[in-house]
């Protein structure tokens, strides 16, 4: 059978799906969803693997480096979670395909580099932000943490702003 | 190697030796999956209709990563000189005796199953690449041998296979010491788990749709029989004895429980088992990483299994 | 009554808490790929005007959940406060704005956000892994250089403290959450019908086919938003507080409260409930002498909760009084009462012996600048440090001015 990977969900409903998903792990774990945190769990895991000195000599990295168990985290499996669940609904729907996806006329090999940088800059502003759009966004954002709502504006502006720049990107 | 023969297991009085590291896991997990290999290998062979080329050297793969374990096997012995003490005699009730000589069967049984196994085109392939005249000679005798006996070969490969899988858990059991091992189906178990990763295994190749069919078919019996016998060894070792609890209890709420029920329940066996009725009952594009998410969860099972019985 | 969370998923049965966490993040995931947000093409088109999806999802998942944690705790099956204290980080202002505005730039730049780029990797994408990856090298990069003075001063800026929007409002505890999830889901629904208009604005400049857009659907899910909003506002009726035994009570020290107090007293609300004639004579400087019989009359359980609640009282008073305990908002005692509040902070400190530590030096130039400060009475100045040592850094306390 063969799906049609142009369907996606109405977004009204896929909203209120996820701000179910959010909600349960609200008020089962008195936690709310994250992404970033696992990232750098990962990232501290392989540095660790080779300097693990380094690791526990640095503040930051040592906390997350947690005497050699950098996974023992609940975002750590959380995200193992969005990794399955990701898989299995691009095979349900169609949409698994190795490729690499932009505007129409940009270079592939330059996307991926763009890719790369954005993901870098993301990085390092979730850590002043303590959160990305998923950690702050979306659970701070619905626990109604003031911070969480002016950093939701400012992700919107920061995008709208540069839009324009990248403009070749995408279109 | 030190072996335990001890039946107690006191932390207070006994010395806690960390007996077995990383080179058991291994062993194990390429025993399994060399038995399921056997045993799918053979299966494959009695089926109605044509083998495809892929299917028919897969046969080979036993003997290779039977070696593969072994040599992990042979860096774990404490005094690698003596490994040839091994084959000197038949303890009946050691596994490993038994254990080294289903090994001495399994490798002539493997390689002449997958001579016979071979197509004309194919055989004709490999002595071309072959230089030397005698072994070209040994090797076309010992394929008329086995063309011979094809049938015969292939219910030995089944055999040797599910024994060799059988004995993996085995291995573990009969130290009833360790708590979390001292269960008989482990056997079973690992036996099982084997035929899965086997399948798992096989299906990363260029195997035709309809063998692809037979492997996902066996390889979600294989997980149905696998969850059940999870659930029955839990059960066994909770209802025991206060050390079976406490060993169950690891993997009920203990460290290992997240990684367990994480890695090889939900990752290894529901996921993929999810994926593969998928593609085959609604026929979905396949895809690698079923297969590939069940060897994972094999190998996290024999990981932890190892690592939590020596806690 | 609270129900919710189950705190024992992070403490007793924490490995259980860790399994069902794979089973959330999978449900998270998989949501996020129907929604299409593994595929960057359909994120960014949020940006050029075109693809409104980003915007719907949002803004619809906190609305969504929003309305839940506000009508269960509503019912008291929840402490909102408690729950938003323990999930969400504190907030830093300046940070925040800056360091969004730098995230949404790395998202049009990316093409996704830390999590949708997972998503995406999971999907088969290129450019989702290279975006991972980024997150990861950005994620290490920069936290390795975080304690670094100058940085760690600006990534602290603005520390507000754990603050709400109801907050903001000064509305009583119950009624501030309901009010405001009201407000946001009306803001919500205006900016999806605005959306709306504008994505069909965009995409007819384009010449592109409008988004589909199913008008009942969407008529649904605003009525149910609306329908919750006013079970939220309705649960304002019901009479629910939170009980004296299960709420967390706090124990600060002399130095702890001396930090707030001196510090950031706009955070705090001191109530000294010792006998009025003590309390009149010597108090905790910016805190209000209600006794104990009178404390019910504050109304503390109707009380705007944004500032932390600390009770300092008579070394005899040991539990917390219900009518403390009713306060919506965080509450801690100060240990040992007033009186170890006066040894620490209206007594001289004793002069430390010489070749002290620095450490101890420091704590004895801490107290007796408090001390100093609180009593007008100069402390002597610590003894030299020996030349041997290299001398520490010349620093104010121990005269007048200090504190």
């Given at each position: 059978?063969?799906r049609?990977?142009?369907?996606?969900?109405?977004?009204?409903?896929?909203?209120?799906?996820?701000?179910l998903?959010?909600?349960?792990?609200?008020?089962?774990?008195?936690?709310?969803?994250?992404?970033?945190?696992?990232?750098?769990r990962?990232?501290?895991?392989a540095?660790?693997?080779?300097?693990?000195g380094?690791?526990?000599?640095?503040?930051?990295?040592?906390?997350?480096w947690?005497?050699?168990?950098?996974?023992?985290?609940?975002?750590?499996?959380?995200?193992?979670?969005?990794?399955?669940?990701?898989?299995v609904?691009?095979?349900?729907?169609?949409?698994?395909?190795?490729?690499?996806?932009?505007?129409?006329?940009f270079?592939?090999?330059?996307?991926?580099?763009?890719?790369?940088?954005?993901?870098?800059?993301?990085?390092?502003?979730?850590?002043?932000?303590?959160?990305?759009?998923?950690?702050?966004?979306?659970?701070?954002?619905?626990?109604?943490?003031?911070?969480?709502?002016?950093?939701?504006?400012?992700?919107?502006?920061?995008?709208?702003?540069?839009?324009?720049?990248?403009?070749?990107?995408?279109r | 190697?030190t072996?335990?023969d001890?039946?107690?297991?006191?932390?207070?009085?006994?010395?806690?030796?960390h007996?077995?590291?990383?080179?058991?896991?291994v062993?194990?997990?390429?025993?399994?999956?060399?038995?399921?290999?056997?045993?799918?290998?053979?299966?494959?062979?009695?089926?109605?209709?044509?083998?495809?080329?892929?299917?028919?050297w897969?046969?080979?793969?036993?003997?290779?990563?039977?070696?593969v374990?072994?040599?992990?096997?042979f860096?774990?012995?404490?005094?690698?000189l003596?490994?040839?003490?091994?084959?000197l005699?038949?303890?009946?009730?050691?596994?490993?005796?038994?254990?080294?000589?289903i090994?001495?069967v399994?490798?002539?049984?493997?390689?002449?199953?997958?001579?016979?196994?071979?197509?004309?085109?194919?055989?004709?392939?490999?002595?071309?690449?072959?230089?030397?005249?005698?072994?070209?000679?040994?090797?076309r005798?010992?394929?008329?041998?086995?063309?011979?006996?094809?049938?015969?070969?292939?219910?030995?490969n089944?055999?040797?296979?599910?024994?060799?899988?059988?004995?993996?858990?085995?291995?573990?059991s009969?130290?009833?010491?360790?708590?979390?091992?001292?269960?008989?189906?482990?056997?079973?178990?690992?036996?099982?788990?084997?035929?899965?990763?086997?399948?798992?295994?096989?299906?990363?190749?260029?195997?035709?749709?309809?063998?692809?069919?037979?492997?996902?078919?066996?390889?979600?019996?294989?997980?149905?029989?696998?969850?059940?016998?999870?659930?029955?060894?839990?059960?066994?070792?909770?209802?025991?004895?206060?050390a079976?609890?406490?060993?169950?209890?690891?993997l009920?709420?203990?460290?290992?429980t997240?990684?367990?029920?994480?890695?090889?329940?939900i990752?290894?066996?529901l996921?993929?088992?999810l994926?593969?009725?998928?593609?085959?009952?609604?026929?979905?594009?396949?895809?690698?990483?079923?297969?590939?998410?069940?060897?994972?969860?094999?190998?996290?099972?024999?990981?932890?299994?190892?690592?939590?019985?020596?806690? | 009554?609270?129900?919710?969370?189950?705190?024992?998923?992070?403490?007793?049965?924490?490995?259980?808490?860790?399994?069902?966490?794979?089973?959330?993040?999978?449900?998270?995931?998989?949501?996020?790929?129907?929604?299409?947000?593994?595929?960057?093409?359909?994120?960014?088109?949020?940006?050029?005007?075109?693809?409104?999806?980003?915007?719907?999802?949002?803004?619809?998942?906190?609305?969504?959940?929003?309305?839940?944690?506000?009508?269960?705790?509503?019912?008291?099956l929840?402490?909102l406060?408690?729950?938003?204290?323990?999930?969400?980080s504190s907030?830093f202002?300046?940070?925040?704005?800056?360091?969004?505005?730098?995230?949404?730039?790395?998202?049009?730049?990316?093409?996704?956000?830390p999590?949708?780029s997972?998503?995406?990797?999971a999907?088969?994408?290129?450019?989702?892994?290279?975006a991972?990856?980024?997150v990861?090298?950005?994620?290490?990069?920069?936290?390795?250089?975080?304690?670094?003075?100058?940085?760690?001063?600006?990534?602290?800026?603005?520390?507000?403290?754990?603050?709400?929007?109801?907050?903001?409002?000064?509305?009583?505890?119950?009624?501030?959450?309901?009010?405001?999830?009201?407000?946001v889901?009306?803001?919500?629904?205006g900016?999806?019908?605005?959306?709306?208009?504008?994505?069909?604005?965009?995409?007819?400049?384009?010449?592109?086919?409008a988004?589909a857009?199913?008008?009942?659907?969407?008529?649904?899910?605003?009525?149910?938003?609306?329908?919750?909003?006013?079970?939220?506002?309705?649960?304002?009726?019901?009479?629910?507080?939170?009980?004296?035994?299960?709420?967390?009570?706090?124990?600060?020290?002399?130095?702890?409260?001396?930090?707030?107090?001196?510090?950031?007293?706009?955070?705090?609300?001191?109530?000294?409930?010792?006998?009025?004639?003590?309390c009149?004579?010597?108090?905790?400087?910016?805190?209000?002498?209600?006794?104990?019989?009178?404390?019910?009359?504050?109304?503390l359980?109707?009380?705007?909760?944004?500032?932390?609640l600390?009770?300092?009282?008579?070394?005899?008073?040991?539990?917390?009084?219900?009518?403390?305990?009713?306060?919506?908002?965080?509450?801690?005692?100060?240990?040992?009462?007033?009186?170890?509040?006066?040894?620490?902070?209206?007594?001289?400190?004793?002069p430390?012996?010489?070749?002290?530590?620095?450490?101890?030096?420091?704590?004895?130039?801490?107290?007796a600048?408090?001390?100093?400060?609180?009593?007008?009475?100069?402390?002597?100045?610590?003894?030299?440090?020996?030349t041997?040592?290299g001398?520490?850094?010349?620093?104010?306390?121990?005269g007048?001015?200090?504190?």
């Amino acid at each position: 059978m063969e799906r049609n990977p142009d369907k996606f969900w109405n977004p009204y409903l896929a909203g209120v799906a996820l701000g179910l998903v959010l909600l349960a792990s609200i008020a089962i774990m008195g936690v709310g969803l994250g992404a970033s945190g696992a990232s750098l769990r990962m990232g501290v895991a392989a540095v660790g693997a080779v300097a693990p000195g380094f690791v526990e000599g640095t503040p930051g990295l040592a906390r997350a480096w947690n005497h050699g168990r950098p996974f023992d985290f609940w975002l750590s499996f959380e995200v193992l979670g969005v990794l399955l669940g990701g898989f299995v609904g691009a095979y349900t729907s169609g949409r698994l395909k190795a490729e690499t996806l932009s505007g129409p006329n940009f270079p592939k090999g330059k996307r991926l580099l763009f890719a790369l940088v954005g993901g870098v800059i993301m990085g390092a502003a979730a850590r002043v932000t303590r959160g990305c759009t998923s950690g702050q966004a979306l659970s701070g954002g619905a626990l109604m943490s003031v911070g969480s709502w002016a950093f939701m504006f400012s992700v919107f502006a920061g995008g709208y702003a540069t839009a324009w720049f990248v403009r070749k990107e995408w279109r | 190697m030190t072996e335990i023969d001890v039946a107690r297991h006191s932390l207070q009085i006994d010395p806690v030796l960390h007996v077995w590291g990383w080179e058991i896991p291994v062993y194990l997990f390429l025993g399994g999956m060399a038995a399921g290999t056997m045993i799918l290998s053979a299966l494959l062979s009695m089926r109605k209709g044509e083998r495809s080329p892929a299917a028919r050297w897969l046969a080979f793969a036993a003997p290779v990563l039977i070696s593969v374990g072994m040599g992990a096997l042979f860096l774990d012995l404490a005094h690698k000189l003596y490994v040839w003490r091994f084959y000197l005699a038949l303890r009946w009730t050691s596994p490993m005796s038994w254990g080294a000589w289903i090994l001495v069967v399994a490798y002539p049984v493997t390689l002449l199953f997958g001579l016979a196994s071979l197509s004309g085109e194919q055989f004709e392939g490999i002595m071309g690449k072959c230089r030397v005249a005698a072994v070209g000679r040994q090797l076309r005798k010992a394929r008329a041998f086995a063309l011979g006996q094809a049938r015969r070969l292939a219910w030995w490969n089944l055999g040797t296979g599910v024994a060799l899988g059988v004995y993996t858990g085995i291995l573990l059991s009969t130290l009833g010491a360790r708590a979390l091992w001292n269960s008989a189906l482990l056997g079973p178990l690992f036996l099982v788990s084997g035929l899965s990763t086997g399948a798992a295994f096989l299906m990363l190749f260029r195997v035709t749709e309809d063998e692809r069919h037979f492997l996902v078919r066996w390889d979600v019996l294989a997980i149905g029989i696998e969850l059940v016998l999870i659930l029955l060894f839990l059960v066994g070792l909770t209802t025991a004895s206060a050390a079976g609890r406490e060993a169950a209890g690891l993997l009920l709420g203990g460290r290992y429980t997240a990684q367990f029920w994480t890695l090889v329940v939900i990752g290894g066996l529901l996921v993929p088992a999810l994926l593969e009725t998928l593609e085959s009952k609604l026929h979905y594009r396949v895809t690698a990483m079923a297969p590939l998410l069940v060897l994972a969860g094999g190998f996290a099972l024999r990981w932890i299994f190892v690592a939590a019985g020596q806690v | 009554m609270n129900l919710f969370p189950f705190w024992s998923l992070s403490g007793e049965a924490r490995e259980l808490g860790l399994v069902l966490g794979v089973l959330i993040g999978f449900g998270f995931g998989f949501v996020l790929e129907r929604a299409g947000f593994g595929r960057a093409t359909k994120l960014a088109g949020q940006f050029y005007g075109t693809d409104m999806t980003v915007l719907k999802v949002m803004f619809g998942a906190i609305v969504t959940a929003m309305l839940g944690t506000v009508v269960l705790s509503g019912l008291g099956l929840m402490d909102l406060r408690a729950v938003a204290d323990y999930a969400t980080s504190s907030t830093f202002l300046w940070p925040m704005i800056v360091g969004g505005f730098a995230l949404g730039v790395g998202f049009i730049v990316s093409g996704y956000c830390p999590g949708t780029s997972m998503v995406a990797m999971a999907s088969g994408k290129w450019d989702g892994l290279m975006a991972v990856v980024g997150v990861i090298i950005g994620q290490v990069g920069w936290t390795a250089i975080e304690h670094l003075p100058a940085i760690s001063r600006l990534q602290n800026a603005s520390d507000l403290g754990h603050v709400y929007l109801y907050d903001l409002l000064g509305l009583p505890a119950k009624v501030g959450p309901a009010v405001v999830a009201v407000a946001v889901a009306a803001m919500a629904i205006g900016a999806f019908l605005g959306a709306q208009k504008i994505s069909d604005l965009v995409r007819r400049k384009d010449a592109l086919p409008a988004e589909a857009s199913s008008p009942s659907t969407r008529r649904l899910v605003f009525a149910g938003f609306v329908a919750f909003a006013l079970v939220g506002l309705a649960t304002m009726a019901v009479p629910t507080g939170t009980s004296a035994s299960q709420k967390p009570v706090g124990s600060l020290t002399p130095i702890q409260l001396a930090g707030r107090v001196l510090d950031q007293p706009w955070k705090v609300r001191v109530v000294d409930v010792r006998p009025m004639a003590e309390c009149a004579a010597s108090r905790v400087p910016g805190s209000e002498c209600v006794p104990l019989e009178d404390l019910g009359k504050l109304g503390l359980a109707d009380a705007n909760a944004s500032r932390e609640l600390i009770l300092v009282g008579g070394p005899g008073l040991a539990a917390l009084p219900p009518a403390a305990a009713a306060y919506p908002g965080r509450v801690a005692m100060l240990a040992g009462g007033f009186p170890a509040w006066a040894s620490f902070a209206l007594t001289p400190p004793e002069p430390p012996a010489p070749g002290a530590g620095p450490d101890v030096l420091e704590t004895y130039r801490l107290r007796a600048g408090i001390a100093a400060a609180m009593t007008g009475v100069k402390a002597a100045p610590p003894p030299p440090v020996p030349t041997g040592q290299g001398g520490g850094p010349k620093k104010k306390g121990g005269g007048g001015c200090g504190g």
